[in-house]
């Protein structure tokens, strides 16, 4: 593990959209990482139902990945390819967030990522890949 809670709290920090977001690492592992989300009135989608905008689900299921391989490489890599799976309307309250690296390759790697209520219902999950070769300097 290259970055811990704390250094990887502040690489959101630094990203306004994830920072708005209101991800938080809680732990960190060599092949997976926790983050907590406070559930925020903007998340509702549709206003009679009171149900979470799927693009909410997506853009957690992206950053975590993301950050799960950021906790072992030391850096943020771009996506390739996302794909989401809605399982259950999400509501007012706290979200759990949990991705998990399922292969990690010198071009590629893949991360597995789930979300879920306060009262640990699954809501989505997602697996994402991500290109990790490092870009050659012009």
């Known amino acids: 593990m290259v970055l811990g809670v704390a250094e990887l ?5 630094s990203s306004p959209f994830n920072r708005w977001l209101g991800q938080k690492v809680v732990r960190v592992g060599p092949d997976h990482i926790e983050i907590a989300v406070d559930w925020r009135e903007e998340f509702i989608g549709g206003a009679a139902s009171g149900h979470a905008h799927g693009g909410i689900f997506s853009a957690l ?3 975590a990945g993301c950050y799960a391989l950021a ?6 890599v771009p996506t390739v390819d996302l794909r989401c799976d809605f399982l259950r309307p999400g509501t007012a309250g706290a979200l759990c967030v949990l991705a998990t690296i399922v292969s990690l390759q010198r071009a590629v790697a893949s991360v ?3 979300i879920f209520d306060h009262r640990q219902h ?10 990790t070769a490092r870009a050659n300097a012009p």
């Open 61 to 63: 299921i992206n950053a």
């Open 122 to 131: 699954l809501l989505a999950c997602g697996r994402a890949l991500y290109a």
């Open 71 to 76: 906790a072992r490489l030391g850096r943020t």
């Open 112 to 114: 597995d990522v789930r």
């Open 9 to 13: 709290n502040a690489v959101i920090a």
